[in-house]
């Protein structure tokens, strides 16, 4: 494929174009949805596909199609397009400078899911089902979701970039109900791998595993009790710690939203109680965000957003390294093809602390422990909120009794001033999709955080 | 791009072929769409994009074993390795006793103006003035404005359907829009973003209203309020509300959630589960919804199903999978997840019957209220118990009968099949959103959780 891209370099820089990008895949995709036990969609499918990015005049112009020999048809398309639009800009987009890079990265994979037989997968997902079944009899419903996906990415760029990578995903999601008297629940898990073939979901994220998971939020839920609304003392486990990472302060240092966001202006300044700590790290190895380059070419980095409660550094990609003057940190990721590359998150999480677990604990007369959670989502003005499927109440510094959903909000730029304690802990990592537009594999975790009082609002009931 | 008539015959080619390599019943559903759009950041578009995109999915059955496939490449070759992936899924996976059998034939609704030609026309600078134009008057009519997001599109589509009965079906629509979403620096920070849209078949956009509706919204976000916690009258736009039944109530009258008795409203048919102020239909065929069409992702046509009507539930909606194992007939609901092979059930259009009195008419006599434009993580409700906790964002506080300025973190919780019950008016001016139409509904009781 890295003839035909550069050969369509070439077709964008005889237009005339300032920068031209070129992203080619080719793979294997695959999706199974199993509705206890029927299987109601089994998808395999080869695709193929290129995205054409031109910057013409200091605008852009991009493409996608899956047509192939449509290339030179697309470049020219992209390069009036980007006419079309510099003539309406007043400042013209610039890229910070990068180094080009000519590599091949490779994964280490044990059992390509491509060649992995449909019998072996549709099993796994029975297996789920029967784990979820026999976890409790109140379970009334179990979907199963699995994707799988094996193939190659290429890049080429105008300015020598050259790189080939292979690309792989294994994902399984349990959906679970759950169903006692007039009372109805349900949960979710998932577990993903973007660096192990099928063999993690032998191995790791195994029928068991992920199932239960699941199948004990339906069981908590069934037997918890309604949350109190209000604001209360609170202790945030490592599931929900990742996510407030991500979606409450993560997303307020993507460069591209900083930028009209309350973080706006305060790099440099102090965002948080002593001790919060936090990074992107696009390098760990085996983790869900981690990739050697990003879809601009540039290399993946850690990103200390937070050190020592001083707002450090954004993600960025090259337009907007160069725009708020700060380094490319690889932060620039696009779904597919049919995407432009924007500023994604990779690997999200708060650093540990100094506290012991039991500190976090202590004192509390009434408060919420909140241990998994369902989805959440940010505001421009730092208001963010996720949903909690599994959570306790705190009563007399002890974990008491189980509540049923609920959700947690609070305003980021507020709530970093109301960390009272960090835990000196190892942590589990959340696989989870983040949806910015397009959808991105990404990882969040942290230690057990606890906050004051006023630092985080519960929806529940009132009087 | 290929138009419907070629992806008629691809369509019919693929069940022909399908049935030869061994397939006991095939469909093939086509699409083909070129959606030329612009991107806006900092007030300046930044971006013009164009995707030409084909898709055809085949799901297919060897006596009760199912296979799907799809590619990307419009072609009889492609079709033709397509077909031996769906072959190859359906003889390895089990049998399914519940499947009965396709879509049969029907006779399709006429449904004028899906097509604008305006949008076919369209090229490059069409979009990018659309977009220009708007962001010039929005930021002229709201000091302060820093246009965040901003994007346009002239969209055409041209879609084929056939199955082994027989059934044949093609269709074509466009869809043109605009889009603003703006945020405005205040004392301690930054306002919520406030998107407002105008989304139609042509490009005839209505940017008026865009502007307007954007500059009453952005003015009160900048005026900070406070809340309070407990229960109060709350008044809940159609951008907001669609999201929470989206995730709860949506969720519930899919019939699939019904036979598989995760919905909490699966046996209420014929009885009352709301207010006798709502009435909600499923409209198919409404002349400015934006999913409306002659027929849905499996062939059948679209319909208009109500849902409720003055508070008692009257129907579920179905695919043809559903439809047939509950003994029902299909309401033209199924939507296809092209690439993944999926048909699920999915409402249309969202239709709630307007009330009698002006918003302004309303809010007038609310002591102390709250207007919730949008939320934040309706999609974290829990779509069986129908328990939902979000934050409202905007949130605007109702004072003696005026909305005077904007709340953060203000958290709006409850149960979706309760609240119904506790609706008090339904106001009287639609607004036309992408999914739903109807204007802003007013409910009593709500739990309110102030941020302290």
Redesign the interface.
Known sequence: MFDELEKAVETGRNLGAEYVELRGESGF?E?I?M???????????????IAIRVLVDG?????????LS?IDF?VE??F??????A?????P?ALAEVKAFEKKETLDIERDPRHV???EK?KYMDDMTTHIRDFDDRI??VTVKVRTASGHKYLVTSEGTRIQSQSTLVWAYPWV?G?EG?????ARYEEASTHQGWEYLEQVATPEYVGLNAAEKVKL?LEGTP?K???FPCVLGPRVIGVLAHEALGHLAEA?LT????F?GKVGEVVGAEGVNMTDDGRMPGMLGTSGFDDEGVPSSRVEIIKDSVLKELMTNREYAAKIGQRPTGNARAESY?F?PIIRMRNTMFEPGDFSPDELFEGIKFGYYCAD????????????????QEAYEIVDGQLGQPV????I???A?DSLFKIEGVAKEEFPWEAGRCGKGQEAFVSSGGPRIRFL??GI??????? | MPNERELDELCKYIVTKGKELGATHVEARAQSGVELE?EV??G???????????EI?IRLYVGKK????????PTREAAD??LE?AI???N???E?A?WVGLPVKSKYPKVEELWDDSVPKS???DV?RIV?TLIDRASSAVEGL?P??GASGALAYHSAYANSNEVEHSEKSTNGYVVIGG?SQTES?????VVSYDIRRGLKLDLDFVVEDLATMMKLCKIPKKGK???HTVVIAPHAYQQIFEYTLLQSVRG?NVA???S?IGDKIGEAIASEKITVVDDGLNPRGVNTSCADDEGVPRQKTPIIEDGILRSFLWDT?WANKMGVKSTGNARR?M?????EIASTTIVVEPGEREIEEIISGIEHGYYIRGV??A???????G?F???G?PAILIENGKMVGAI??L???GNAFDILKQVEEVARMPFYLQGTIGPEIVFRDV??????
């Not at chain 1, 007039?182 to 349900?186: R, W």
């Open positions: 995709i999706y949805q509705e206890d036990r029927n299987v109601n969609a089994l998808t395999q499918r080869l695709e193929r596909g605008a852009w112009g991009f493409v996608s199609t899956g047509d449509a697309g398309s992209a009036k397009m980007a006419k079309a639009a003539k309406t800009r007043k400042d987009i037989p449909i019998e549709i009334t419903a109900s169903k007039t009372k109805l629940s349900a839920q949350a609304g209000g604001s591209d930028i009209n966001s309350s706006n049919l432009p959670f369902r989805g959440g989502q940010a505001q421009m003005n730092a208001s963010f909120q996720v949903g909690i049923t959903d609920l959700s909000s609070g305003i730029t009082e006023g609002t519960f929806g529940g009931v009132t009087n | 612009t950041e900092l300046q578009v930044s971006t013009v994009s164009n995707k030409m995109n084909e999915a199912m296979g799907c496939a799809f590619t990307n490449i390795e397509a992936l190859a899924a359906a390895a996976t089990t399914d519940d090229d490059s600078s990018v220009g820093i965040a997001y945020v920070g930054m306002t919520p973003m916690t407990g229960k699939d598989r008795g995760k909490k999978y997840n690439r993944q092979g999926l048909v934040q993580g999609h974290s409700s829990n779509p069986e118990s328990d906790s979000v934050v964002n953060d973190g958290m709006v919780s739990d309110i959780i102030a941020k302290e």
